[in-house]
């Protein structure tokens, strides 16, 4: 008796879907998925190629395109996320990059949250304006600042929840209501919590976006991103822009990303874990000033994030008391942590954004967006948080 096929995993749970979903095993039987690299595919014959050339039968024909193992890593990362469809793209600022040139016309205006990663806001403000595409940037915290911005050509909200680095939520259900009554869609990146912690699709955006670089490779090996949301924006807009300006993923890259979402669950619960710990134990500590964590009590938003996801995943920021110097000796002080630009990794990872992530932009935006000389980022990772929390306190008692 042959055993039976599942093929729609929809009715099965997140943790499963992550393992299982949007896979469709080869003619091998191999058990781990396969990697197809391959840059293009062959036809039966002209009629056949001529046919998938022109759209009227499917198949793969060019890996700018389509291609197996990138498709698997698509279906599978849709499937978490509540969404019809996704797209995985080259980098996290490609999804961004795509989502704008797939959705968006010169003349047509977009509202940014200020809080946004720091290259989003130097991709809508420097580039996209050279195209005619106008943008205001509002304080996410401010719904009547996203009202006031709103014209007769805004057509995407987009905004990072919580934002990086410093833990700042937009209300995603009255942010996409608000989108949805002026005809504007809602964007979310949601790099720092990913499907694991909050689904924003599920609460009313219209779209999110990945960088799968972060927490979904989760051992900080490749560099990818991705989008997702309904069949009709993702596959008519978003593929048919991505197949001919080609910020298309590599399959090899695919599969690190699938491989990292098959323990994408387990690493964000164990990293949210530590990170409450520690925000805990820094709130507690006479060198610091302030923590910023959506699960502290003490945060301005915390009843929002108890709301809009399962737990606080792993950035955890924090003011030291003291000016730029003070933040370099203390880091310096550190050695277990990596001194890296990246996060989400199962290390953890020490930055100093204002000179580093955000050094690029003009010292009044980056003060205006809280990003000041004493702010630490710690991404937390999987090492025990009684040796994380002991390299931090070496570096805090090298402070006066
Ligand atoms: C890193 C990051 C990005 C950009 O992603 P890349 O993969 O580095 O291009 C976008 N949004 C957030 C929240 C990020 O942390």
């Not at 560099?223 to 048919?240: D, F, H, N, P, Q």
């Not at 290390?347 to 690029?360: E, L, N, V």
């Amino acid at each position: 008796m042959a055993r039976k096929k599942i093929t729609d995993w929809s009715k099965y749970s997140l943790e499963t879907r992550a393992i299982r979903a949007g896979y469709n095993r080869t003619q091998e039987n191999e058990h781990s998925e396969a990697i197809f690299t391959t840059s293009s595919y062959v036809f039966d014959d002209a009629e056949s190629a001529a046919r998938k050339f022109s759209n009227s039968e499917e198949g793969n024909v060019y890996s700018r395109f389509t291609n197996p193992t990138v498709n698997a890593f698509e279906r599978r990362l849709a499937s978490l996320d509540g969404a019809d469809s996704a797209v995985a793209t080259a980098s996290g600022m490609g999804a961004i990059t795509l989502m704008a040139l797939s959705l968006l016309k010169a003349g047509d205006h977009v509202i940014c949250s200020r809080s946004v990663f720091g290259s989003i806001t130097i991709l809508f403000d420097n580039i996209l304006t050279r195209f005619g595409i106008d943008v205001t940037f509002v304080s996410p915290l401010d719904i009547n600042a996203w009202k006031s911005a709103i014209t007769s050509k805004t057509k995407i909200f987009f905004a990072e929840t919580p934002s990086n680095p410093l833990q700042e939520l937009i209300n995603i259900r009255e942010l996409s209501d608000l989108a949805h009554n002026n005809n504007a869609l809602l964007v979310v990146d949601n790099g720092f919590c990913t499907p694991a912690l909050q689904r924003p699709i599920e609460q009313g955006a219209d779209l999110t976006v990945y960088t799968t670089t972060k927490y979904i490779d989760g051992q900080g090996r490749c560099v990818g991103g991705a989008i997702c949301g309904e069949k009709s924006l993702i596959c008519e807009k978003v593929y048919t822009t991505q197949r001919t300006v080609g910020t298309s993923m590599s399959p090899f890259n695919a599969w690190v990303f699938m491989k990292g979402l098959e323990t994408l669950s387990l690493r964000m619960n164990e990293i949210s874990k530590n990170a409450l710990v520690l925000a805990k134990w820094l709130e507690l500590h006479p060198k610091i000033e302030k923590v910023h964590y959506t699960y502290l009590e003490s945060h301005a938003q915390y009843h929002l994030a108890q709301q809009q996801q399962s737990a606080g995943g792993g950035i955890v920021t924090f003011e030291i008391k003291g000016d730029k110097a003070a933040a370099f000796k203390f880091i310096d002080n550190t050695a277990v942590l990596s001194l890296t630009g990246n996060l989400g990794d199962v290390k953890s990872i020490i930055t100093h954004p204002a000179s580093t992530t955000h050094g690029r932009l003009p010292e009044q935006d980056r003060l205006r967006a809280g990003i000041k000389d004493n702010l630490i980022r710690i991404s937390v990772g999987l090492e025990s948080i009684n040796d994380i929390i002991e390299d931090i306190s070496q570096g805090l008692d090298a402070l006066d």
